[in-house]
């Protein structure tokens, strides 16, 4: 069965620069959630789309931003990225439309690197 | 406002023997619990879910968890642990009045010695 798809696995970046995230969910899931994970931490929500709309705000930076497109993939826009930025950054999608808006499948995730 | 507590970093158990994972909880209205495993390097996979009903919930890999409302606990169990399921586990809840978002405990490694 398909999962939840993000790019890249794997990112470097110095301090300042910019950083583009990308999620696509499982076919026919219509919510999209972000989520930060740093070492030996919890997931932290960052943000979250249904229907292409934003739908929950958490604990995303000013320096971040995030959009869900038509064909319902999401992208999270990272500027200025700081070394606090340093995270495992997980994409999870949901169906809320088949009444499973509780049942989230995680991708494999993203780990950032900001030196 | 929604909280959940896992008191325990890690667990110990022997593979064979029952195990235990715990977990406590605080919501304004009803909760929806959850359990999510995650090994290294990958992301959570859900488990099982608590929403209203039968308080044994049955999940994937032959884990379950009993929802105790006066004691506010969704512990995990297992009658017999396998060395495979050494991983994190974090247990999540929402409040059914609130958001889709759950928020997550802190998780907890279960080590499963052979």
């Known amino acids: 069965a398909a999962g939840v798809i993000q790019s890249p696995r794997h990112l470097i970046k110095e301090k300042r620069e910019t950083a583009t995230l990308k999620c696509y969910p499982i076919?026919?899931?219509?919510?999209v959630y972000w989520y930060q994970q740093g070492p030996g931490q919890d997931p932290q929500f960052l943000i979250s789309?249904?229907?292409?709309?934003?739908?929950d705000k958490g604990s995303i930076p000013d320096r971040f931003s995030a959009q869900q497109f038509s064909d319902y993939h999401s992208e999270l826009n990272m500027s200025s990225l700081e070394l606090g930025d340093s995270a495992l950054y997980f994409c999870?999608?949901?169906?809320?439309?088949?009444?499973?808006?509780?049942?989230?499948?995680f991708g494999p995730g993203t780990r950032l690197t900001v030196l | 406002a929604q909280s959940v507590a896992q008191p325990e970093d890690q667990v110990n158990v022997a593979e064979g023997n029952p195990l235990t994972v715990k977990c406590t909880y605080s919501?304004?209205?009803?909760?929806?619990l959850f359990w999510y495993v995650q090994y290294p390097n990958r992301g959570l996979q859900f488990l099982l879910k608590?929403?209203?009903?039968?308080?044994l919930v049955k999940g994937s890999y032959g884990f379950e968890a009993e929802f105790n409302k006066s004691q506010t606990s969704f512990h995990l169990k297992k009658p017999s642990a396998l060395v495979s399921d050494s991983a994190l586990y974090f247990c999540?809840?929402?409040?059914?009045?609130?958001?889709?978002?759950?928020?997550f405990g802190r998780g907890t490694s279960l080590i499963v010695h052979p």
């Open positions: 999870a999608s949901s169906s809320r439309a088949s009444g499973r808006e509780d049942e989230q499948f």
């Open positions: 919501v304004s209205g009803n909760p929806y």
């Open positions: 999540a809840v929402r409040d059914n009045r609130g958001s889709y978002i759950p928020t």
């Open positions: 608590y929403i209203t009903g039968d308080n």
């Open positions: 789309f249904y229907e292409k709309m934003q739908s």
């Open positions: 076919p026919r899931h219509d919510t």
